[in-house]
C-alpha cells in the first residue's frame, strides 16, 4: 500500500445527472465503500441519492454556480482534475466519458480506466448540436483531443463497456481495450406479459432520435409512453398525435411499472451500449431497436426483439409488426438479461482487473442489492 492511501480510489467525470454511467458509479461505490469518490463537481439533488452515502471529493468546479450548462465548462475540466494532485492508492480506478482518465495517479498506482465513450463533445459534433462545431475555436478543440489522447495513453488498462467503444478507443487512442459489460439492476423487474403500448426511456436530444417514435406512433395511431426530458421536448410534442403520452422525468418506480406492461420497448438511435434494452427484457418485454451499436449485443433477432435498419417512420412501423409476432415468453426474455446483472458486471471486472495484474482491492461485496436505485432521483438516462 502507497502511504496511507486507501486501497482503491475512485474517480468519474461528474456527478450531477441520472444515466447509465452514473449506475455505474453506484455499483463501484458499492464494492468498495470505503473508498473516496473525485470528481469534479457534484449537485446532490440532481444524482443517485446513494452517492450521499459515499465520502465525495470535488475540484475547485464544484464552486462554479452551474447545473445544467456544465458541458458548458469543457475547457476547463482537464485543469480541474489536475487540481485533484496525484492519486496514490494502489488501485485507481476511473469512471469515464471524456474527463476522469485524466487524473494524475503515483508511480506505484495501476490506473484502470471503465470507459464508457471517448468524449463525444470532442469526436462528435451531434452531441453539443450542429452549432458546435460550427461555433467552437478549432484550436481549442485540438488541445482538449491531444490532452484527451495523452491522458488515454497513459493509464495502465483500459476498459471498454461494449464492442462499439472498444473499436473506438481503438481507432481514437491505439489501444486495445477489455470489454466489461455495465451492470444494469435487473431483479427490480418481474417479467410480466406484454401490454398495449409502446415504450421510449431517453434524454430527448436529436441524435437519440426519439422523433422517429413519435412519428409512427403518431402516423399509425399506436399507443407511446415517452419517459425522459431534454431541448426536444417541446418540438416532439407539437407533432405527436393524441396516442403519445410525455412522462417527462419520473421517479425509478414509475418507470418500473411502464416496462412492466409494455408491448415493447423501442430504442431508435444508435448508443454505444444502452442499458434500457436489457431492463426491458428484464420486465419481460422485447425490443425493437435501430441495428447499430450497442443493441447488436443485447438483443437478439428473433429471439429478444428485432431490428430495422433504415432510420424512418416506416422502417420502425414494420419492426413493430413484425416484433408483435415474436414468440419472446417473458421469463425467457428475463433469464437472457441476466447476462448483464451487476453479479456478472463483478466478475467480469474481477478477472480483467486480475489478467492485467493489477492489485486485489479486495471484493467486499458482490453486486448492489435489488432496488438500489429507487429514491429521490428521476430516471432519465443521461449518457447511454
Keep these: 500500500m502507497l502511504g496511507n492511501a486507501p486501497s482503491v480510489a475512485l474517480v468519474h467525470d461528474y456527478l450531477n445527472q441520472l444515466g447509465g454511467a452514473e449506475r455505474c458509479a453506484v455499483q463501484l461505490t458499492r464494492m468498495w465503500p470505503e473508498a473516496p469518490l473525485y470528481t469534479s463537481l457534484y449537485r446532490a ?179 407511446l409512453d415517452v419517459v425522459g426530458c431534454g431541448p426536444e421536448l417541446e418540438s416532439l410534442r407539437t407533432r405527436a398525435g393524441p396516442t403519445v403520452r410525455f412522462h417527462g422525468g419520473v421517479d425509478d418506480g414509475a418507470v418500473r411499472e411502464l416496462f412492466e406492461s409494455c408491448r415493447a420497448f423501442v430504442l431508435p438511435g444508435n448508443e454505444e451500449f444502452g442499458m434500457t434494452p436489457v431492463e426491458a427484457q428484464a420486465a419481460g418485454k422485447p425490443v425493437i431497436a435501430f441495428a447499430a451499436g450497442g443493441a447488436l449485443e443485447t438483443v437478439r433477432e428473433g429471439r429478444s426483439g428485432v431490428f430495422f435498419h433504415q432510420p424512418t417512420p416506416d422502417a420502425l412501423l414494420e419492426a413493430v409488426r413484425r416484433c408483435d409476432d415474436l414468440a419472446a415468453d417473458p421469463d425467457e426474455l428475463a433469464c437472457g438479461a441476466r447476462a448483464f446483472s451487476s453479479e456478472a458486471f463483478v466478475e467480469r471486472l474481477r478477472t480483467v482487473l486480475h489478467e492485467a495484474g493489477a492489485p486485489d482491492p479486495g471484493w467486499p461485496v458482490a453486486a448492489v442489492p435489488a432496488g438500489s436505485w429507487s429514491g429521490n432521483g428521476r430516471a432519465v438516462r443521461t449518457r447511454e
Design 45 to 223: 439533488d440532481s444524482t443517485f441519492p446513494h452517492f450521499r452515502q459515499v465520502d465525495v471529493r470535488t475540484t475547485w468546479l464544484d464552486r462554479v454556480p452551474m447545473d445544467s450548462g456544465f458541458r458548458s465548462l469543457l475547457p476547463l475540466y482537464p485543469a480541474a482534475f489536475h487540481g485533484l494532485g496525484v492519486l496514490d492508492s494502489p488501485l485507481v480506478l476511473s469512471s469515464s466519458s471524456g474527463w476522469a482518465h485524466g487524473v494524475q495517479t503515483a508511480p506505484g498506482s495501476f490506473h484502470a480506466v471503465y470507459c464508457h465513450t471517448p468524449a463525444r463533445w470532442l469526436y462528435g459534433a451531434d452531441y453539443l448540436g450542429a452549432s458546435w462545431s460550427a461555433h467552437a475555436a478549432r484550436p481549442l478543440l485540438r488541445a482538449l483531443r491531444r490532452w484527451d489522447v495523452a491522458a488515454a495513453r497513459r493509464a495502465d488498462l483500459y476498459i471498454a463497456n461494449g464492442a462499439v467503444v472498444r473499436d473506438r478507443v481503438r481507432r481514437l487512442y491505439g489501444r486495445e481495450a477489455a470489454i466489461v459489460h455495465p451492470p444494469v439492476d435487473v431483479d427490480r423487474f418481474m417479467p410480466r406479459p406484454r401490454g398495449e403500448r409502446l415504450l421510449v426511456v431517453s434524454r430527448l436530444l436529436p441524435y437519440k432520435r426519439v422523433d422517429l417514435v413519435v412519428a409512427a406512433a403518431t402516423k399509425a395511431g399506436i399507443g
